[in-house]
Structure formats: structure tokens, C-alpha cells
């Protein structure tokens, strides 16, 4: 054995007598970590089957909360998810978030409830933390498990915003679809019925499936249709709807209004595609400069961490280390304010 030069910080040992240098120990505990989050994910059902999202969307409309759950049932996963499950479940309902948190969820297009994925993000943290903390020690834990923390809040926001946009896309055509029904004698539901039958599976599907759904239940068809744009967030649908209330209190051509809103749409799309290529240099310039300080610190960690170690030893590197995080914070901010482009 190599004796440790003097003044060299000594390696983070989580468990005494466990060597956390060596490339086989920091393998082993990095497939655990994997593991761990894997039995989270095949525990819980992430995902699921086309069956189980069905009964996960009829679930919402049961008369029992989605906290509560049903009594009696047994959770997936076996004892260890179901442990997980009933400690997530007791921390959300203690911080009173679970109908935000589902909200999320049901806008992202994912099927688990909020006690499932509290379980899942931290199991994302524990992987974060283990495994930064291997390549950066103490510090690299805290760093690892808010780096969990963030990518685990941003993935839904991320889907989120997918579905946004596919369901944008997917839109005009679908509105063209039901402006052909309606000129061959169908009425409004009964082209949408088969906007929803003869359509792709999407985002545009699952809603409008919804809103029938609901229109069936006895809801009043703009008003489900007008839920739907709000749970997307898309302002195409709204101002389509709007066309509909209009025309049915005046009166006139449903068909040829619907048309106008498509060609309205379809114009604003084009042009919102164009701002987007005149603006990709902006866009792809503020992404370089905001991933490359991370990248640096990163390769620095790995390749000379001795470089970096003062940052958080002294105390005049503490000081830098959180202007550097205020600044960076403001100068990213800033950023994608100046570089997004409303139309």
C-alpha cells in the first residue's frame, strides 16, 4: 500500500472498512444504486400496461380519494415496495401537496399516483448521492442528491411540455378531420368520436377521449373541451372552443368557422417555426454557455480535484462557491428569459 502524501484529504469510507477507491467497490455500489432504482420502478408499475392506465384514469372519477386509496388493497411490489409506499404516502399527505403533485402527474401523461413517484424520487436522490459521492466524496453526496432531487422534479415538466407540443401539432389536422365530418352531415361529438377512432394514438387522442367521456356522463361538450385546453395549457384548443360557444348562440356554419380557426392556426404554427429557426443560434449559444461551467467542474472533480477541493475547505472558497451559485442562478435566469420568444 501506497502511504497518503500529507495534508491529502482522506477518502469518504460510508461503511468502516470499506474501501471506496477501488474501481471494484465504486462498480458494485453503482449497480446497487441502479437496482435500487429499478426495483422501485418494476415495484410500482411505472408505466404499465394500456389496461392499467385505463383503470388508473377510471380511478380518478371513483367517489374515493386518490390518498386514501382502497382499504384492504395490497400494495405492488410485494412487503419492500409496500413499506416504500406507505412512508411515501404518510410523507405526502404531510405536506399537504398530493393533489398538486397528482395534477403534475396527469399533465405529464403519467399513470402513478403521488405516493409512488415520492418513492421515486428518492430513490433518485439515493442514486445521486451514491454515486457522485464516490467520484467527489462528502461533497459530492450533497451534490449527487440534489442533482436526483432536480432531474426528478424536471421529468415531468419535461414530459409535460412533450405532450404540450404533440398535442399542438396534432391539432389542425385533427380540427380539418372534424370540419369534413361536420360538412357530411355528422354533428359536433360524432366527428370527434371519430377524430378519436380513426387518429394515431397521442396526447390529442387521450383527451378528446376524455372530453367524450365526460360528454357521455352528461357534461356539456365546450365545457369538457374547454377542460381539456386548460389541462394541456394550449390556447389553440380554448379560442377553437370559443368559436363553437359563438356560433352556437348566433347561429350560422359551424364547418367554415372551424375552417377559419385551422387556417389561423396553421399560419401561427408556421410562423412560430419560423422564430424558432431565427432564433436557434440564441438558443443553442445560451445552452453551451450554461452547461459548460458544470462540464468543467465535472472533469475537473474527476481528472484534479485538487483544484477544486479549496472551494469548499476554506473558507474564502466557501465565500466564491456561493457567489458563483447566486450568479450562475441569476445569469441562467436571465438567459432563457432572453432567449424564449412568444408568439
Given at each position: ?60 372519477y ?26 411515501s ?11 398538486r ?12 399516483q ?75 361529438a ?18 378528446l ?135
Amino acid at each position: 500500500m501506497v502511504a497518503a502524501p500529507a495534508g491529502a484529504p482522506a477518502a469518504l469510507s460510508i461503511v468502516p472498512g470499506l474501501d471506496m477507491t477501488t474501481p471494484q467497490t465504486a462498480l458494485g455500489l453503482v449497480i446497487f444504486g441502479i437496482m435500487l432504482v429499478a426495483i422501485l420502478l418494476a415495484g410500482f408499475g411505472v408505466g404499465g400496461s394500456a389496461r392499467q392506465r385505463r383503470l388508473a384514469q377510471v380511478d380518478r372519477y371513483r367517489v374515493t380519494t386518490r390518498a386514501g386509496g382502497q382499504a384492504g388493497t395490497p400494495a405492488p411490489g410485494g412487503a419492500i415496495a409496500g413499506t416504500v409506499a406507505s412512508l411515501s404516502d404518510r410523507i405526502v399527505r404531510a405536506g399537504g401537496g398530493e393533489e398538486r403533485i397528482a395534477t403534475k402527474l396527469d399533465r405529464a401523461g403519467m399513470s402513478l399516483q403521488p405516493r409512488e413517484w415520492m418513492a421515486v424520487r428518492a430513490g433518485a436522490m439515493f442514486a445521486g448521492a451514491l454515486l457522485f459521492g464516490l467520484l467527489a466524496g462528502l461533497v459530492g453526496v450533497f451534490l449527487g442528491a440534489l442533482i436526483g432531487w432536480l432531474l426528478a422534479r424536471f421529468y415531468p415538466q419535461a414530459r409535460e411540455r412533450r405532450r404540450q407540443q404533440a398535442f399542438a401539432d396534432a391539432l389542425p389536422d385533427a380540427l380539418q378531420l372534424v370540419v369534413g365530418s361536420l360538412r357530411s352531415g355528422f354533428s359536433l361529438a360524432q366527428a370527434l368520436d371519430a377524430v378519436v377512432r380513426d387518429s394515431p394514438p397521442g396526447p390529442l387522442v387521450v383527451e378528446l377521449g376524455r372530453a367524450l367521456g365526460e360528454v357521455r356522463l352528461g357534461d356539456d361538450l365546450a365545457d369538457a373541451l374547454e377542460r381539456a385546453a386548460g389541462r394541456v395549457e394550449n390556447d389553440d384548443l380554448a379560442w377553437a372552443v370559443a368559436a363553437i360557444r359563438i356560433q352556437r348562440d348566433t347561429g350560422g356554419n359551424l364547418a367554415e368557422v372551424l375552417e377559419t380557426t385551422v387556417e389561423t392556426l396553421r399560419e401561427r404554427g408556421r410562423l412560430r417555426r419560423h422564430v424558432r429557426a431565427l432564433s436557434a443560434e440564441g438558443r443553442l449559444s445560451g445552452y453551451i454557455l450554461i452547461g459548460l461551467p458544470f462540464a468543467l467542474a465535472a472533469w475537473l472533480l474527476l481528472v484534479r480535484r485538487d483544484y477544486l477541493s479549496a472551494l469548499w475547505t476554506t473558507r474564502i472558497g466557501l465565500i466564491m462557491l456561493l457567489y458563483a451559485i447566486v450568479s450562475m442562478s441569476v445569469g441562467i435566469f436571465w438567459m432563457m428569459r432572453w432567449i424564449k420568444v412568444e408568439v
